[in-house]
C-alpha cells in the first residue's frame, strides 16, 4: 500500500488584491502559527508572560476576550513546539493549536481603514483603535479578530472554513480602491 501523506495547501492560495501604488492592497498571510492562550486562574493579566513565550514578531500576543489571547507568528509549529511553550506556561496557562483552523489576511493602504468600515461596526479611528488593537468582531457575517498592525495596516483572523467568503467580500466591497472593478481572484 502506497503512503499517503496530506498534501499542505494554503487555503487562500490568490494572488495579492492590489499593488503597493493603489490605494488598498489584500493579501493572503502565510499560514503559520495560531496559538489560543487561555489563562487558567481569572484575573491574571499574563500578556507580558505570552510576550516572553511569543517570540519577537511585533504583536505577536493579541487579546482576544478576558483572559484570552491568540500567539501569531508567521513559521508554522515544528514537532514538539507546542508542548515546550506549554511547559513554560504550566499552571497559568493553557494551549491550544489553531493553526490548521485559522487563516490571516492583510489588509493595508490608505483606504484600508474605509473598507474595514463598510462591514465591521468596530470604531477604527486613531484614539479608539490605536496601531497594537485587537478586537474580536463581524465583517458581514463573518466572525473575524481584527488587529491593527501599523496605521494603514490591519491583519484579520478568520476560521479556515470562512476564509475564501471573507475574502471574496472584500475583494467586491473593495474594488473601487483596487481597480478591479470586480470581486477577482
Known amino acids: 500500500m502506497a503512503d499517503l501523506a496530506p498534501a499542505a ?4 492560495a490568490f494572488a495579492p488584491l492590489g499593488t503597493p501604488e493603489t490605494p ?34 511585533p504583536f505577536a500576543v493579541r ?23 506549554a511547559e513554560q506556561v504550566t499552571g497559568q496557562l493553557a494551549l491550544s493549536d489553531q493553526s490548521h483552523g485559522r487563516v490571516r489576511l492583510s489588509i493595508e493602504g490608505p483606504a484600508a481603514r474605509h473598507l ?38 490591519y491583519e484579520l483572523l478568520v476560521l479556515r472554513s470562512f476564509a475564501v467568503d471573507l475574502w471574496e467580500q472584500l475583494a467586491k466591497g473593495g474594488a473601487e480602491f483596487l481597480g478591479t472593478g470586480s470581486a477577482a481572484h
Open 9 to 12: 495547501r494554503p487555503v487562500l
Open 116 to 153: 474595514l468600515a463598510k462591514g465591521t461596526g468596530v470604531n477604527l479611528g486613531e484614539s479608539a483603535f490605536p496601531v497594537g488593537h485587537s478586537a474580536p468582531t463581524l465583517y458581514g457575517h463573518v466572525g473575524i479578530h481584527l488587529t491593527r498592525t501599523a496605521p494603514e495596516r
Open 63 to 85: 487579546a482576544y476576550a478576558p483572559g484570552q489571547w491568540f500567539l501569531v507568528e508567521d513559521t508554522p509549529l515544528a514537532p514538539g513546539d507546542l508542548a515546550r511553550l
Open 24 to 57: 488598498l492592497r489584500l493579501v493572503a498571510l502565510p499560514e503559520g502559527r495560531v496559538i489560543h492562550a487561555l489563562a487558567t486562574v481569572r484575573g491574571l493579566d499574563l500578556t507580558d508572560r505570552l510576550a516572553v513565550i511569543a517570540g519577537d514578531a
